[in-house]
């Protein structure tokens, strides 16, 4: 029986950062490239859901059973993230859920425990999805080199596009990378401590392991993916293993940064994007210790669409022009603060209306076909009562029917909001907010899709709803 990946899907966040931008505010060297950054509505929990929606884009939700989410900056130090992923992409009540974290190679672990969970027949179908917002000290190296990413692998025997043949890990304990609990910034050791003895001699034991394992030599790998704390370690390690210039699969440091868990698997997913059937790619992620796996590449590879990959996200962007702008949507630093919400959420009426709220589910009236959203007893049109069947609309696009611009509701650091009303082919109204857009862009007309993101910290707990926002690259390549 293979057993291997069968979907995959990425994000990368709307706006960036020249690194030369941080530099010059701290009058320091620059590293080459940008970073990404989460939006002021984003957090680890918001974009593995985008990862994951764009890995289900053709998968059975019914046969997903199993959903792991690895990340070292969820949002919640007590309560599922798993468990709110696994509603929010409207799977199944009965999968099972488990969070992974604490540890640089969690992806990969939890890549791993699917791995097992579909080899015991223990789950049909199992999803890895794997997110990181880390922060950094102001004016440290890790600043410029941390990014914000999701990646998300589903993992299964039916229609395989790349098969796991081997796989080998690794411990090794080391005091290199650490953040202790309640601590906002990231601790690294003395450089050449941290490569050497944690990244180099850790990643060099598994990938000589797993070569051993499967009895392969480099030059029979198609593409070697590995980890990378910064710009060129991976490709050194990879020259020093005997692997050539061109079989190192890019890191993504110019564009993305280090994306914390998600990183090995957001490279293993541009990798696939570029494979051809019978590829052999080499995977290994370093965290005190690593993990390593041998994908060979099937010939249902062709199958898949620009819509679950990297590129897509790489070549739509915003960059910051301010530092500032960084320092306060990251909240290292206080903007002025707007008028307070007056109106707080209730837990029961969360839990009641998370269908909508969640799910983002309407209703479908069966008397006379009309579709509502939020999901309403009573029919607008015919005004039948509680005769309808519930429908999900997340996955429809829609154009901006109308809308307003208000340059002082938002905080200080981000003064304008666009309410809007958006409509689907269906004839389906929304009443949304919109984000990642460019105000000049912004009109009657603009194709948008729907993104679930934060709305506002009441209660002493995250209230995330459904937003709009322009269709990432036009939506040419959905």
Same mark, same amino acid.
């Given at each position: 029986?293979?057993?291997?990946?069968?979907?995959?899907?990425?994000?990368? %966040?709307?706006?960036?950062?020249?690194?030369?931008?941080? *530099?010059?505010?701290?009058?320091?060297?620059?590293?080459?490239?940008?970073?990404?950054?989460?939006?002021?509505?984003?957090?680890?929990?918001?974009?593995?859901?985008?990862?994951?929606?764009?890995?289900?884009?053709?998968?059975?939700?019914?046969?997903?059973?199993?959903?792991?989410?690895?990340?070292?900056?969820? %949002?919640?130090?007590?309560?599922?993230?798993?468990?709110?992923?696994?509603?929010?992409?409207?799977?199944?009540?009965?999968?099972?859920?488990?969070?992974?974290?604490?540890?640089?190679?969690?992806?990969?672990?939890?890549?791993?425990? *699917?791995?097992?969970?579909?080899? *015991?027949?223990?789950?049909?179908?199992?999803?890895?999805?794997?997110?990181?917002?880390?922060?950094?000290?102001?004016?440290?190296?890790?600043?410029?080199?941390?990014?914000?990413?999701?990646?998300?692998?589903?993992?299964?025997? &039916?229609?395989?596009?790349?098969?796991?043949?081997?796989?080998?890990?690794?411990?090794?304990?080391?005091?290199?990378?650490?953040?202790?609990? +309640?601590?906002?910034?990231?601790?690294?050791?003395?450089?050449?401590?941290?490569?050497?003895?944690?990244?180099?001699?850790?990643?060099?034991?598994?990938?000589?392991?797993?070569?051993?394992?499967?009895?392969?030599?480099?030059?029979?790998?198609?593409?070697?993916?590995?980890?990378?704390?910064?710009?060129?370690?991976?490709?050194?390690?990879?020259?020093?293993?005997?692997?050539?210039?061109?079989?190192?699969?890019?890191?993504?440091?110019?564009?993305?940064?280090?994306?914390?868990?998600?990183?090995?698997?957001?490279?293993?997913?541009?990798?696939?994007?570029?494979?051809? %059937? +019978?590829?052999?790619?080499?995977?290994?992620?370093?965290?005190?210790?690593?993990?390593?796996?041998?994908?060979?590449?099937? &010939?249902?590879?062709?199958?898949?669409?620009?819509?679950?990959?990297?590129?897509?996200?790489?070549?739509?962007?915003?960059?910051?022009?301010?530092?500032?702008?960084?320092?306060?949507?990251?909240?290292?630093?206080?903007?002025?603060?707007?008028? %307070?919400?007056?109106?707080?959420?209730?837990?029961?009426?969360?839990?009641?209306?998370?269908?909508?709220?969640?799910?983002?589910?309407?209703?479908?009236?069966?008397?006379?076909?009309?579709?509502?959203?939020?999901?309403?007893?009573?029919?607008?049109?015919? @005004?039948?009562? #509680?005769?309808?069947?519930?429908?999900?609309? *997340? #996955?429809?696009?829609?154009?901006?029917?109308?809308?307003?611009?208000?340059?002082?509701?938002?905080?200080? #650091?981000?003064?304008?909001?666009?309410?809007?009303?958006?409509?689907?082919?269906?004839?389906?109204?929304?009443?949304?907010?919109?984000?990642?857009?460019?105000?000049? &862009?912004?009109?009657? +007309?603009?194709?948008?899709?729907?993104?679930?993101?934060?709305?506002?910290? @009441?209660?002493?707990?995250?209230?995330?709803?459904?937003?709009?926002?322009?269709?990432?690259?036009?939506?040419?390549?959905?």
């Amino acid at each position: 029986m293979k057993i291997g990946i069968t979907s995959m899907g990425a994000y990368v %966040p709307y706006y960036r950062i020249s690194r030369t931008t941080i *530099a010059s505010a701290w009058e320091r060297g620059a590293l080459k490239g940008e970073r990404s950054i989460a939006n002021n509505d984003e957090d680890s929990l918001t974009m593995a859901v985008e990862a994951a929606t764009n890995c289900l884009h053709d998968v059975n939700k019914q046969s997903v059973d199993v959903l792991y989410f690895a990340s070292t900056t969820a %949002p919640y130090a007590e309560k599922s993230s798993s468990g709110l992923i696994a509603t929010v992409c409207d799977l199944q009540t009965a999968v099972s859920t488990a969070d992974f974290s604490n540890c640089l190679k969690a992806g990969a672990t939890a890549l791993q425990a *699917a791995t097992n969970a579909v080899k *015991a027949q223990a789950a049909k179908q199992a999803m890895v999805v794997a997110a990181d917002c880390r922060i950094s000290y102001p004016k440290s190296d890790q600043e410029q080199l941390f990014g914000d990413a999701a990646a998300a692998l589903v993992i299964g025997s &039916e229609n395989v596009i790349a098969e796991i043949e081997f796989s080998a890990t690794v411990n090794s304990e080391i005091i290199d990378v650490w953040r202790l609990a +309640g601590e906002q910034y990231v601790h690294t050791a003395e450089e050449r401590f941290a490569i050497e003895k944690g990244y180099t001699q850790s990643m060099t034991q598994v990938i000589r392991d797993i070569l051993r394992k499967s009895g392969l030599n480099p030059k029979d790998i198609s593409k070697v993916v590995l980890s990378s704390p910064g710009l060129k370690e991976n490709v050194n390690l990879a020259k020093k293993m005997g692997f050539g210039e061109t079989q190192i699969q890019d890191s993504a440091m110019l564009q993305v940064g280090n994306c914390g868990t998600a990183q090995p698997l957001l490279m293993l997913i541009a990798a696939l994007e570029d494979a051809k %059937p +019978g590829d052999r790619i080499l995977l290994a992620a370093y965290g005190n210790g690593a993990d390593a796996f041998i994908f060979r590449v099937t &010939e249902n590879i062709v199958r898949m669409t620009p819509a679950n990959g990297l590129k897509r996200y790489l070549t739509t962007k915003n960059l910051f022009s301010s530092y500032n702008r960084y320092l306060s949507f990251r909240e290292l630093v206080e903007p002025v603060q707007g008028e %307070p919400f007056r109106l707080f959420p209730s837990n029961a009426a969360y839990w009641r209306d998370q269908k909508s709220i969640l799910r983002f589910y309407g209703s479908k009236c069966n008397n006379c076909g009309t579709s509502i959203f939020p999901i309403n007893r009573i029919c607008d049109t015919c @005004g039948s009562k #509680d005769n309808y069947e519930e429908k999900r609309f *997340a #996955d429809r696009q829609g154009k901006v029917f109308t809308y307003s611009v208000d340059k002082l509701a938002g905080r200080s #650091d981000d003064p304008v909001v666009i309410q809007t009303v958006v409509e689907d082919d269906a004839g389906v109204r929304y009443y949304l907010l919109m984000t990642d857009y460019d105000q000049a &862009e912004v009109r009657v +007309g603009l194709d948008v899709e729907f993104t679930f993101r934060k709305i506002y910290e @009441g209660a002493n707990y995250i209230n995330y709803f459904w937003k709009c926002r322009p269709v990432r690259n036009g939506g040419d390549l959905l």
